[in-house]
Structure formats: C-alpha cells, structure tokens
C-alpha cells in the first residue's frame, strides 16, 4: 500500500519590518505644553546701527568737554536723549556728563567783601532760610564794626529762627540800645516770632530806650562839626 504525502500547507507572506520603526505621535495632554523652539541669539555684529550712531556722538561730547567747551558738550548729550530714545544703557552716562556741564556752567559767587556786601549777603540767606551763611557774614561785619545795630538786628533774628533765644535777645538789646528804632520794628518783625512768650524779649521792649542812652554811640550833627 502505497504512503499518502501530506502537502504542507502555504505559508503566509512575511510583513517587512522596518529598520528604525517610528513611535506613534502622542497627542499633548491639557495640562502639557509644548516649549517653543529656541530662538537663534542675535550676533554682535547684528546691533541694532543707532547703538553705533549714539556711541559716536556721546563720544563727541566728551571730546567737547575735555576742550571745555560745555556748551557744545551740554548740546551733544542732550542730542543723545533726544535721537536716541531707545539706548537706555547710554543715557545713564550722558546723564552723569550732562550733570558736570552743568556744575562747571554755573558760576560761582564771589565771597562779599565790603561790610554793605556783606549785609546784603546775609539778608539773602535770611530769607532763603540759610541761617548759618548769615550768621557767618554778620559776625564778621559785627568784628569790624562792633556798634553796627543793623547787623545786630540781623544776627537776633538768625538767632530766634535757629530756635537760639538766649543769644537772639542779647543781640536784641544791643541794638536797640543803639538805635531805639529797633524797638518798634522788633514788635512787629514776624522773624522774632519765636521769641513772642520769652519774658526777656517782653522786657527788652517794653524798657525805655532813656534809661539805655548811655550805651549808644554818641551822635553829632553836622552843625555841631
């Protein structure tokens, strides 16, 4: 009896498999996010060409101000902030220079010489409040000429601004023993206001100016010359 062979069945074909198989793109979750590709850092040689036009008229400036000519410095760093806006970085610095041109354009004031220079000085410190340049000028017209009621009016007033009772009215009373005028504008002077509730300014005015005659200076009149 002859053996049957039993035919092997066909083989399904082969799926190629690829080499570098590629993994499914997963979708982004709600709470992930996808950081943006990094952005290509400009290159020096890329700024921006009004850095290099202000760099050059900040530099002209400080050329001007080495030849002191401060207004053409003042002029050229001014430009500076006017045309170029956007260099911040710049501004500091031109800022600085401006603020020299400034000081060195501004003059400055002659010291007083003269005794009426010197008042004149003082009644300005006065009334802009600097009590110790005024003091610094009277005392020297006061050294000079010790019998000066003007001066030793001024220094009472420098005095009580500078909440200094004790030497305001000593001077006070000096002056109107020289001159009893200052008696009747010390009454009125808005200055001495802070000497209004002291008993020894009460007292310096109220005090007749015969019994201080003694201590004025002696005045002649010109037909008695």
Do not use: W
Request: aromatic share 4%; net charge positive; glycine share 4%.
């Amino acid at each position: 009896m002859a053996t049957k062979h039993r035919r092997p069945a066909p083989k399904s074909p082969k799926t190629p498999v690829p080499s570098s198989p590629v993994p499914p793109e997963r979708p982004a979750s709600a709470g992930h996010v996808v950081p943006p590709p990094p952005q290509p850092v400009p290159d020096a040689r890329q700024r921006r060409t009004t850095y290099i036009e202000a760099v050059a008229l900040y530099e002209r400036g400080l050329e001007a101000l080495q030849r002191h000519d401060l207004p053409g410095a003042t002029a050229l760093f001014e430009s500076v902030l006017r045309l170029y806006p956007e260099e911040k970085e710049l501004h500091e610095r031109v800022r600085l220079y401006l603020n020299i041109c400034q000081r060195q354009a501004t003059p400055k004031e002659a010291a007083p010489q003269t005794r009426e220079e010197r008042l004149y000085a003082a009644t300005l410190a006065i009334n802009g409040g600097r009590y110790d340049q005024a003091l610094a000028n009277l005392r020297l017209v006061r050294d000079e000429d010790p019998d000066n009621d003007h001066a030793l009016y001024m220094l009472a007033v420098a005095h009580a601004q500078r909440g200094e009772p004790a030497e305001a009215i000593a001077h006070l009373e000096r002056a109107i023993a020289l001159n009893p005028e200052n008696r009747a504008l010390a009454k009125g002077d808005p200055d001495l206001e802070p000497l209004r509730g002291d008993d020894a300014f009460r007292t310096a005015l109220d005090t007749p100016a015969a019994s201080r005659s003694d201590r004025r200076r002696p005045f002649r009149s010109r037909s008695s010359r």
